[in-house]
């Protein structure tokens, strides 16, 4: 939006993942060998969520605040993650063995990973960093206002 523009980071990453998703779906091709590619895939999404998430962490971390971020998908996150767990837990119990977790390398570190950010994200936003509060309204966070004078947008 704007003049936000991607940065020479993000254009990296995603060529190089771009790339070797192209190579491996090329070397799959000829002998069909499809789980193996489901198999990378998954591992280029538990590398892309790492990525995905870690910025966030060091933000807030950074900033010593979460002011202006939403936890509400964080909490649908965490319970998707946990949910996850469970169906995994679920088939198990129902066909007496452990593959599905071990089966499935990546849905079974997606889930650790999903559930381990969001515990993080959790705790930054509830215990390390709470919203303070203004004294007379407890209903609103106080967050910093800066005034600007219209005329060349500059803080009065």
């Given at each position: 939006?704007?003049?936000?523009k991607v940065?020479k ?20 091709w000829?002998k069909?060998n499809w ?7 998954n591992?280029?999404q ?12 060091v933000m ?26 469970g ?52 209903e ?17």
């Amino acid at each position: 939006r704007g003049n936000q523009k991607v940065s020479k980071v993000c254009i990296s990453i995603s060529a190089v993942v771009w790339s070797a998703a192209i190579v491996c779906l090329i070397v799959a091709w000829p002998k069909s060998n499809w789980l193996w590619l489901i198999d990378v895939f998954n591992s280029i999404q538990v590398a892309m969520t790492t990525v995905k998430y870690i910025p966030q962490a060091v933000m807030n971390f950074r900033r010593k605040s979460t002011v202006g971020w939403s936890i509400g998908n964080i909490l649908l996150d965490l319970t998707g993650g946990v949910l996850n767990f469970g169906q995994m837990g679920v088939q198990s119990i129902d066909q007496h063995t452990l593959v599905n977790f071990y089966g499935n390398i990546g849905k079974t570190l997606l889930s650790l990973e999903t559930v381990f950010f969001d515990v993080l994200f959790i705790i930054q936003h509830y215990v390390l960093y709470p919203v303070k509060r203004d004294e007379n309204d407890s209903e609103y966070p106080v967050l910093p206002v800066q005034v600007k004078d219209g005329k060349d947008g500059t803080a009065v």
